[in-house]
């Protein structure tokens, strides 16, 4: 007999047939298996890697992202206890900051308070009447401007004012300097105060910049000195630079300077009267608490040809302070 060979070879066709399928279905459900697995277990782990990386390198915002489907997975109760701690961590960070700027404010408004404000005022008032009364109109000069610069150090209690004000204020000291030095030091202002007028600075910040240069660039000088204050907007930061013609320093005696801007003088330094560090530390210690600059403040001299002092702050507007004299949220 002769018999079809599909026939004969229909129940093999269809033990073949069952085996693909079997094996497709299998491959699917493997596929779907580490699919789920991966999504539950990998993935998570990963991302949890990764964030972990990103705190190391200092960005303390890198917050897992929490799936639904990890729900009633352990690795979700990780996801959450990791971002919990960093919630935890930030907040004790932030906290530590605004305990440290309190600080800083109380010991201001403590120093600030010593003085009666008005007692001084009339005891300055009571000088310029007597000196007047005694014929020496300079006196009574260098005694308002010392009220002058008393009063617009006080501000209101702000700690950002107009750079205007610190201007002013500088000038008065400048005016008690003239009246000390007379013709063996000038003082220029080489600044644009139009641009000045759009601008804020930190209070107090100028006075003791330029003070250095009055203090120990007129030390055993022979000839007349030159001090230039320049003030520039320029790439969003403000450029302040100081320089004068004064008796500069030795390079050992610069890097000595340039350790105390940064850390201070140590306590076991000799407490010499005449340290050039201090004023400048105070400035680059102010301007890192609120604007969080490292190394705002730059010092170059050269013995026998002046000293330079370069700082920079970050450009503050009107619009950047609220009514307290304080930086708004977004420039802290």
């Given at each position: 007999?002769?018999?079809?060979?599909?026939?004969?070879?229909?129940?093999?066709?269809?033990?073949?047939?069952?085996?693909?399928i079997?094996l497709l279905v299998?491959?699917?459900?493997?596929?779907?298996?580490?699919?789920?697995l991966?999504?539950s277990f990998?993935?998570?782990?990963?991302?949890?890697?990764?964030?972990?990386?990103?705190?190391?390198?200092?960005?303390l915002?890198?917050y897992?992202?929490?799936?639904?489907?990890?729900?009633?997975?352990e690795i979700?109760?990780?996801?959450?206890?990791?971002?919990?701690m960093?919630?935890?961590i930030n907040?004790?960070?932030?906290?530590?900051?605004?305990?440290?700027?309190?600080?800083?404010?109380?010991?201001?408004?403590?120093?600030?308070?010593?003085?009666?404000?008005?007692?001084?005022?009339?005891t300055l008032?009571?000088i310029v009447?007597?000196?007047?009364?005694?014929?020496?109109?300079?006196?009574?000069?260098?005694?308002?401007?010392?009220?002058?610069?008393?009063r617009?150090?006080?501000?209101?209690?702000?700690?950002?004012?107009?750079?205007?004000?610190e201007?002013?204020?500088?000038?008065?000291?400048?005016?008690?300097?003239?009246?000390?030095y007379?013709?063996?030091v000038?003082?220029?202002?080489q600044?644009?105060?139009a641009q000045v007028?759009?601008?804020?600075?930190?209070?107090?910040?100028?006075?003791?910049?330029?003070?250095?240069s009055?203090?120990?660039?007129?030390?055993?000088?022979?000839?007349?000195?030159?001090?230039?204050l320049?003030?520039?907007?320029?790439?969003?930061?403000?450029?302040?630079?100081?320089?004068?013609?004064?008796?500069?320093?030795?390079?050992e005696?610069?890097?000595?300077?340039?350790?105390?801007?940064?850390e201070?003088?140590k306590?076991?330094?000799?407490?010499?009267?005449r340290?050039?560090?201090?004023?400048l530390?105070?400035?680059?210690?102010?301007?890192?608490l609120y604007?969080?600059?490292?190394?705002?403040?730059?010092?170059?001299?050269?013995?026998g040809?002046?000293?330079?002092?370069?700082v920079k702050?970050?450009?503050?507007?009107?619009?950047d302070?609220?009514?307290?004299?304080?930086?708004?949220?977004k420039?802290k």
């Open positions: 007999m002769v018999v079809p060979e599909t026939q004969v070879t229909a129940s093999v066709d269809t033990l073949y047939l069952k085996f693909f079997i299998s491959v699917g459900t493997s596929a779907l298996l580490i699919t789920y991966y999504r990998m993935e998570p782990i990963n991302k949890l890697n990764i964030s972990m990386k990103e705190v190391y390198n200092g960005n915002d890198a897992v992202e929490l799936k639904e489907y990890l729900r009633r997975n979700y109760d990780m996801m959450v206890y990791y971002n919990s960093l919630k935890r907040t004790h960070i932030i906290e530590g900051l605004k305990a440290d700027r309190k600080k800083k404010e109380l010991e201001l408004e403590v120093l600030m308070s010593q003085i009666n404000p008005h007692f001084l005022y009339n008032e009571n009447w007597k000196s007047n009364e005694a014929g020496r109109p300079d006196i009574g000069r260098m005694a308002a401007s010392l009220g002058r610069m008393y617009l150090s006080i501000s209101g209690g702000q700690v950002i004012v107009p750079m205007e004000h201007i002013e204020h500088l000038m008065a000291y400048v005016k008690i300097q003239k009246n000390r007379g013709d063996s000038e003082f220029e202002l600044t644009d105060m007028h759009e601008l804020h600075s930190l209070k107090i910040l100028l006075q003791p910049i330029v003070e250095n009055f203090l120990y660039g007129t030390e055993g000088l022979e000839r007349p000195m030159t001090v230039r320049s003030i520039r907007k320029r790439d969003g930061w403000v450029w302040i630079r100081v320089i004068d013609n004064g008796c500069g320093m030795e390079k005696r610069l890097e000595q300077v340039r350790s105390q801007i940064k201070g003088r306590n076991t330094e000799e407490k010499a009267p340290s050039t560090g201090i004023g530390h105070s400035a680059q210690m102010r301007i890192r604007f969080g600059i490292e190394d705002a403040v730059s010092i170059y001299s050269k013995k040809m002046g000293t330079l002092v370069v702050i970050p450009v503050i507007t009107k619009e302070v609220d009514e307290n004299g304080n930086l708004k949220e420039q």
